[in-house]
């Protein structure tokens, strides 16, 4: 992984980087807490459960168990549709959790999530989410936002683009 | 398709080539032009440009003997708008993940009222 970081980098705002050598994607972001407070926040059901999120669906927890070799299953639902992720979990650490993670639509299709807390001092703390898929396609799949309708949309104004003889 | 949208992702993922396209929403440039302000061979910014090229990002006209790159805006708009808008989504999670650990933090404060956050209040 060569991912160069100036160390006087902040993030305020979420940053996203698709890397270059493996199907992956990065996320940074930067939070007024601990790594404790933020561990927490990603173990305990009842915590997690209020900002998963999307805010347009209802999400509740099937199954939920945060520890090593444990696995987990959440349902996003709106208006009938009901969209399931599962998965397990390799190894969840004091500021480290290493999940698996499966988006039922396609349940062949399974990402290695490390997320990891980095205690920046003074009550902030760094999140870093490293999101491994199996294949480019699948990565590429995961960013332009899966289930979204826009995907297709983007797929065949690209299309266009791409066959319209310009390129 | 995806393998085309898997190129441009791994084109821009480079910070030199990213530095390349920036300098292309400006102005077409010759190879030598946008070699200049690198520290790398002309073989090396050649190999960059045949990624970007690859990818759809950039094309050189054929007829004009300079031979400039061009840039491709509406393929490289289309990539920036959805990583933009996967960056929405999880930054919209973010925040509310914010909430969530200013009420941990309200209920902590409640529930220790000796406070361990040094002595001066």
């Not at chain 1, 160390?7 to 940053?15: G, I, K, L, M």
């Not at chain 1, 940074?28 to 997690?48: E, I």
């Not at chain 1, 999101?131 to 799949?141: I, K, M, N, T, V």
């Not at chain 2, 989504?89 to 409640?110: K, N, Y």
């Amino acid at each position: 992984m060569t991912t160069i970081q100036n160390p006087q980098t902040r993030y305020p705002e979420a940053a996203i980087l698709a890397d270059e050598h493996v199907p992956a994607v990065h996320i940074w972001r930067d939070f007024d807490a601990t790594p404790q407070q933020l561990m927490r926040a990603h173990t305990d059901p009842d915590l997690f459960v209020q900002w998963i999120g999307p805010d347009s669906l209802t999400t509740h927890i099937d199954h939920w168990d945060c520890r090593t070799l444990g696995s987990y299953r959440y349902v996003a639902a709106r208006d009938g549709e009901e969209y399931a992720f599962r998965g397990t979990f390799p190894s969840v650490g004091e500021d480290r959790i290493v999940q698996t993670f499966t988006w039922e639509g396609m349940p062949d299709a399974v990402a290695l999530e490390t997320l990891t807390f980095e205690d920046l001092g003074e009550g902030r703390t760094r999140l870093h989410a490293f999101s491994l898929c199996d294949s480019f396609e699948g990565r590429d799949a995961m960013l332009s936002s899966g289930m979204d309708v826009g995907l297709r949309e983007g797929y065949a104004k690209l299309d266009r683009l791409l066959t319209g003889g310009s390129l | 398709m995806t393998d085309q949208l898997s190129r441009v992702f791994a084109a821009l993922a480079d910070p030199t080539r990213r530095d390349m396209v920036v300098r292309l929403t400006e102005a077409d440039h010759t190879v030598s032009d946008l070699a200049a302000p690198y520290d790398v061979s002309l073989q090396a910014v050649s190999k960059h440009l045949k990624v970007l090229q690859e990818a759809g990002l950039v094309t050189r006209s054929r007829d004009a003997q300079r031979r400039p790159v061009h840039l491709e805006a509406e393929v490289f708009d289309l990539m920036t708008k959805w990583i933009e808008r996967y960056r929405r989504q999880a930054e919209e999670r973010f925040s509310r993940l914010d909430a969530v650990m200013a009420r941990l933090q309200d209920t902590e404060t409640e529930a220790i009222p000796q406070s361990q956050e040094g002595t001066a209040s």
